[in-house]
């Protein structure tokens, strides 16, 4: 089992800035990838952002490429999503997750709302 906490999200005004972190524990392998997923509300889980074991590959969903960055600290089993010039359209629960192979644990969820 995986277990996941997700911290930074709040209410910020359009074009501010918001870092997202996600900390896993549990039987945690060494190569795995993590990432987040968002969902506003009436929409569908959408994909935002995923990052290898090695700090790399990265990819980024075309809507946030260019102004979300994600990262990762292998050392505090963390995961980063910093969110800089946001839109209101980016307003939705956050999502990390953890997968590894066909296992997928994903967190609670924290809440980002960008205000126009």
């Known amino acids: 089992q995986v277990q996941l906490v997700e911290s930074g999200g709040g209410l910020v005004q359009a074009g501010g800035s918001l870092r997202l972190s996600c900390t896993a524990s549990?039987?945690?392998?060494?190569?795995?990838?993590m990432g987040w997923y968002r969902q506003a509300p009436g929409k569908q889980r959408e994909f935002v952002a995923r990052?290898?074991?090695?700090?790399?590959?990265?990819n980024y969903a075309d809507s946030v490429k260019g102004r979300f960055t994600i990262s990762r600290d292998n050392a505090k089993d963390t995961v980063y999503l910093q969110m800089n010039s946001l839109k209101p359209e980016d307003t939705a629960v956050y999502y990390c997750?953890?997968?590894?192979?066909?296992?997928?644990?994903w967190g609670q969820g924290t809440q980002v709302t960008v205000s126009s």
């Open positions: 990052i290898g074991s090695g700090g790399g590959p990265t």
């Open positions: 997750y953890y997968n590894k192979g066909a296992l997928v644990y």
């Open positions: 549990g039987s945690i392998f060494s190569i795995n990838t």
